[in-house]
T-cell receptor, first 113, second 114 residues
Framework: SQQGEEDPQALSIQEGENATMNCSYK?????LQWYRQNSGRGLVHLIL?????REKHSGRLRVTLDTSKKSSSLLITASRAADTASYFC?????????????FGSGTRLLVRP | ETGVTQTPRHLVMGMTNKKSLKCEQH?????MYWYKQSAKKPLELMFV???????ENNSVPSRFSPECPNSSHLFLHLHTLQPEDSALYLC?????????????FGPGTRLLVL
C-alpha cells in the first residue's frame, strides 16, 4: 500500500504568502522527512521529525506531526519564487527494514513573483 | 551540491543498446540506493547496497543490473530496455549503513528509451 500521500497535488501562491502541504501515511513510523526537488533534479533533504516529536522548525519551515491521525504538514512561511519546487514526504516505517524510505507522490508548489 | 554525483545526466538509448549509469558519493557513506522516478508516480526504490552487499532488490526486471564495486561507487547496467523504462534515475547514499536516517541524492540521470 502507498505510504506518504501528499495533499494538495499542486499549489500556486503569491510570493510572500504561506504555503501549507499535508502528508498522510498508513503504518507506524520511526520518523517522517520532507524533501524538496527542483524540476528534473535530485531530492534535497529539508527536515526530519521523529515519531515522538510534534513540531519542528528550521528557518522558514515548520513541520508538524500527528501520529494519532498519521499525518504531517509542512508550512513554508513568507514564500519566495525560489521556493518553487516539488515537495515530498518520506516515512521510515517501524515495520519495514530500517533502511527503507517510502516517498509520496509530492506536492508541486508554484510561487508567483 | 549534495556530495553525490551521477553521470551521464541525460541518456538516449535504443531498446537493443547496453549502457551504464554511474553514481559516486564523496560523503563517506556506506549505503547506496537506486531509485526510479516516473512522471506522476512516487519514487520507486530499486536496489539498496550496504557495505557493497546488495540487501534489497525490489522486484526489478533483470534488464537492470546493479554493481557496487566499493562503498563510494554504484553502477546501474542497462540492457534491452523498454520505452516504459524512460524515467529519471536517482542515486542516493546514507550514513551509518542501513540505519542512516537521511538520504543524500544525486542530480539524476534522465533516461529516454526509444
Amino acid at each position: 500500500s502507498q505510504q506518504g500521500e501528499e495533499d494538495p497535488q499542486a499549489l500556486s501562491i503569491q510570493e510572500g504568502e504561506n504555503a501549507t502541504m499535508n502528508c498522510s501515511y498508513k503504518t507506524s513510523i520511526n520518523n517522517l522527512q520532507w524533501y524538496r526537488q527542483n524540476s528534473g533534479r535530485g531530492l534535497v533533504h529539508l527536515i526530519l521529525i521523529r515519531s515522538n516529536e510534534r513540531e519542528k522548525h528550521s528557518g522558514r519551515l515548520r513541520v508538524t506531526l500527528d501520529t494519532s491521525k498519521k499525518s504531517s504538514s509542512l508550512l513554508i512561511t513568507a514564500s519566495r519564487a525560489a521556493d518553487t519546487a516539488s515537495y515530498f514526504c518520506a516515512t521510515k516505517s517501524r515495520e519495514d527494514s530500517s533502511y527503507k524510505l517510502i516517498f509520496g507522490s509530492g506536492t508541486r508548489l508554484l510561487v508567483r513573483p | 551540491e549534495t556530495g553525490v554525483t551521477q553521470t551521464p545526466r541525460h541518456l538516449v538509448m535504443g531498446m537493443t543498446n547496453k549502457k551504464s549509469l554511474k553514481c559516486e558519493q564523496h560523503l563517506g557513506h556506506n549505503a547506496m540506493y537506486w531509485y526510479k522516478q516516473s512522471a506522476k508516480k512516487p519514487l520507486e526504490l530499486m536496489f539498496v547496497y550496504s557495505l557493497e552487499e546488495r540487501v534489497e532488490n525490489n522486484s526489478v526486471p533483470s534488464r537492470f543490473s546493479p554493481e557496487c564495486p566499493n562503498s563510494s561507487h554504484l553502477f546501474l547496467h542497462l540492457h534491452t530496455l523498454q520505452p516504459e523504462d524512460s524515467a529519471l534515475y536517482l542515486c542516493a547514499s546514507s550514513d551509518r549503513g542501513l540505519a542512516g536516517e537521511t538520504q543524500y541524492f544525486g542530480p539524476g540521470t534522465r533516461l529516454l528509451v526509444l
